[in-house]
Each structure stands twice: as C-alpha cells, then as structure tokens.
C-alpha cells in the first residue's frame, strides 16, 4: 500500500521579471515503511518537493494523496488536522530557545490539547528510543549539534506520524555524529514501520538509509527507484554534476589497449569469486583496475573496473552478464 502518491506536480516560482518552474511534472508512489532519499544538487527543487508533501508549498497543480486522501484540495483547517499526521525535521532544527528539551518534544501534543499525563508518558518514552532521557530539563543552547537533531526528531515523532519528513538530516554534523543520526533513523523506521522521506546531497544517507533514492535534476525527476539500480545506472551522471572522486561512482579510463568493462555486484554475489571462475573458464586475462564493495541498507553493492584480453572476451562477457547485476562494457579497441 503506498502511503504518497504524487501525479503529474507542478511548482512555478514567480520573480519580478522572470518565472521559474521549480518542479516539472513529478509523479512517484511510496510505500508504506520505505525510507525514500530525495537526491540532487542545490536548485534542483529537493526542498520545494518537500515542502509540497505537507503543503507548506503549494503547487500549481496535480495531485498529492497521502494514505489515499487527496490534499491538495483541502481546506486550511482541514489541513491543519493532515498535518498532525505528518512529522517534519527542518535542516536547521527550529527548536524553541526558551523552552527545555522536555518542552520542545511537548510541543506538538500541547497544540494538540492532550492531556498532561499522556504528555509527560509520550515524552519520557519517545525520549528513551532517542537517547534524551537525561537531556529533558536542558535548554538547546547546551546540546551538541547531535543532540539538538534527535531533539527535533522527537519532536516530529511524538504525534505518531504517517509520514516522517527529513530535510537534510545530516547537515553539518561531524561524521561519528552523522552515522548515529542515521542509524537512529534506521532504527526508527524499522521499528514503527514508518514512511520516511529525507532530502540530501549526502551519498552516505542515500547508500545507508535508502529503500528508493529520488534524483531530481533542474526540476525534473530524472530517477526514481532502489539504490542499486540507482548508482549502477546513473553512476557516470552523479559523479559529473557532484564532482565525486572517478573511484566513489566507478568511473576509470582505460591507460592502454584493452576493452574496459564496469561489473556491478549486488547482495551475494557480491561476496563470490565470480570474476576469477569465469575468466579461467574462457581463458581471458583480467585486470583489476579500481574497485569498491559496501553495505547498501538492503545488501552488499560493488563495482570493479576491468581491463580484459583474450579471444573469448565475447563468450566471458556473456557469461559474466548472467552471474552478476549489471556489465557495462565501456570500450572496444
């Protein structure tokens, strides 16, 4: 069961001499308990997206469903009540000053008008599964960047949501830190079962939290599905518009006279000697170049470059084709 879908989403941002069509004919489902990672570069309309889920922004047109109900179309008090279903977690935290850690997970329940028992019972255990137990009668002044973060995702977790909307949950943070907050998201995603969307430019969010990545590109949604498929198809894409490391996204050129292939590896096979099986098979020499094996949230994911020679490279190529993901065979000579 998808808990958003979003059909043909229109965003125009009007300036005094000129429009700018921040969001150009977005359609994607998620379902219920993915964890979906909003990808792209500054402007190419990541926020603006997130900011439509919950209509803080709202769009020219299409349509926005969440657990079937269409909202864009609602009125300001009844959206006002969808709102109470849907956690979001701001890039800058956005934590009261004034007030203790206590009273800022509070917060939302006393808009709400809840009782202050179910308040005080909601806070304390929504505190424990963040590791603020001993955090509740600071003030934020005093927290650690870390801190204030899971802070704010109390905050948003505390009314129970449907839906969990992260934006740039990593943001400057130290990377010890970084890794915490993402395996508390982890955690609390598998836990609650719980639709998280999370804007990023961080490929170490996309590669540990993702179900599905998103890339989005000048407004356009260019990619939509499993990580995987995401960096084996558009690896050579990412590593051009962020201006990655060639050895990060797989991107080699061959330094002498050989054909150069890309060998993707996902789950098991990532771990099998498959590349040495088959090249003693058809009798192909087989060079290593580069190469990189890591955890995806749902498995191992590799890619190697590899330069081949041989009178079988044909046959080898076949073969290798349907033992692991993905060959992609970068040049003849």
Same mark, same amino acid.
């Given at each position: 069961?998808?808990?958003?879908? !979003? $059909?043909?989403?229109?965003?125009?941002?009007?300036?005094?001499?000129?429009?700018?069509?921040? +969001?150009?004919? *977005?359609?994607?489902?998620?379902?219920?308990?993915?964890?979906?990672?909003?990808?792209?570069?500054?402007?190419?309309?990541?926020?603006?997206?997130?900011?439509?889920?919950?209509?803080?922004? $709202?769009?020219?047109?299409?349509?926005?469903?969440?657990?079937?109900?269409?909202? /864009?179309?609602?009125?300001?008090?009844?959206?006002?009540?969808?709102?109470?279903?849907?956690? !979001?977690?701001?890039?800058?935290?956005?934590?009261?000053?004034?007030?203790?850690?206590?009273?800022?997970?509070?917060?939302?329940?006393?808009?709400?008008k809840v009782? =202050?028992? $179910?308040?005080?019972?909601?806070? =304390?255990?929504?505190?424990?599964?963040?590791?603020?137990?001993?955090?509740?009668?600071?003030?934020?002044?005093?927290?650690?960047?870390?801190?204030?973060? =899971?802070?704010?995702?109390?905050?948003?977790? *505390? !009314?129970?949501?449907?839906?969990?909307?992260?934006?740039?949950?990593?943001?400057?943070?130290?990377?010890?830190?970084?890794? $915490?907050?993402?395996? /508390?998201?982890?955690? +609390?995603?598998?836990?609650?079962?719980?639709?998280?969307?999370? !804007?990023?430019?961080?490929?170490d969010v996309?590669?540990?939290?993702?179900?599905?990545?998103?890339?989005?590109?000048?407004?356009?949604? /260019?990619?939509?599905?499993?990580?995987?498929?995401?960096?084996?198809?558009?690896?050579?894409?990412?590593?051009?518009?962020?201006?990655?490391?060639?050895?990060?996204?797989?991107?080699?050129?061959?330094?002498?006279?050989?054909?150069?292939?890309?060998?993707?590896?996902?789950g098991e096979?990532?771990?099998?000697?498959?590349?040495?099986?088959?090249?003693?098979?058809?009798?192909?020499? +087989?060079?290593?170049?580069?190469?990189?094996?890591?955890?995806?949230?749902?498995?191992?994911?590799?890619?190697?470059?590899?330069? *081949?020679?041989?009178?079988?490279?044909?046959?080898?190529? /076949?073969?290798?084709?349907?033992?692991?993901?993905?060959?992609?065979?970068?040049?003849?000579?």
């Amino acid at each position: 069961m998808s808990t958003v879908e !979003v $059909r043909n989403l229109e965003l125009t941002f009007y300036d005094k001499n000129r429009t700018n069509r921040v +969001l150009r004919d *977005i359609s994607f489902n998620v379902d219920q308990g993915e964890i979906v990672s909003l990808l792209g570069l500054s402007g190419a309309g990541k926020t603006s997206l997130l900011r439509t889920l919950n209509l803080l922004q $709202r769009p020219d047109s299409g349509q926005i469903r969440i657990n079937g109900h269409e909202i /864009t179309n609602l009125s300001q008090k009844e959206i006002q009540e969808m709102r109470k279903r849907i956690g !979001v977690v701001f890039q800058h935290f956005n934590l009261f000053r004034n007030k203790t850690v206590y009273d800022n997970i509070a917060f939302p329940l006393g808009l709400q008008k809840v009782s =202050r028992k $179910r308040i005080e019972e909601k806070v =304390r255990k929504t505190a424990g599964e963040m590791n603020l137990t001993d955090k509740l009668t600071a003030y934020p002044s005093t927290l650690s960047g870390g801190e204030k973060q =899971r802070v704010a995702i109390a905050r948003a977790m *505390i !009314v129970d949501p449907d839906l969990l909307l992260l934006d740039e949950p990593t943001s400057a943070l130290d990377p010890i830190t970084k890794l $915490r907050i993402l395996n /508390t998201v982890n955690a +609390l995603n598998q836990k609650h079962h719980m639709t998280i969307i999370t !804007v990023t430019h961080d490929m170490d969010v996309v590669k540990t939290l993702s179900d599905k990545v998103a890339y989005l590109k000048k407004g356009l949604l /260019t990619f939509f599905g499993a990580p995987q498929d995401f960096f084996a198809g558009m690896g050579h894409e990412i590593s051009l518009d962020f201006d990655l490391p060639e050895a990060e996204t797989g991107i080699i050129r061959a330094k002498n006279d050989a054909q150069l292939i890309t060998v993707y590896f996902w789950g098991e096979k990532a771990s099998q000697p498959v590349l040495w099986n088959l090249s003693r098979l058809h009798d192909v020499q +087989l060079n290593i170049i580069s190469g990189n094996i890591e955890n995806l949230k749902h498995g191992k994911y590799g890619h190697l470059e590899c330069e *081949i020679r041989g009178n079988s490279t044909a046959d080898f190529i /076949t073969d290798l084709k349907r033992e692991v993901f993905k060959v992609e065979v970068r040049r003849d000579v």
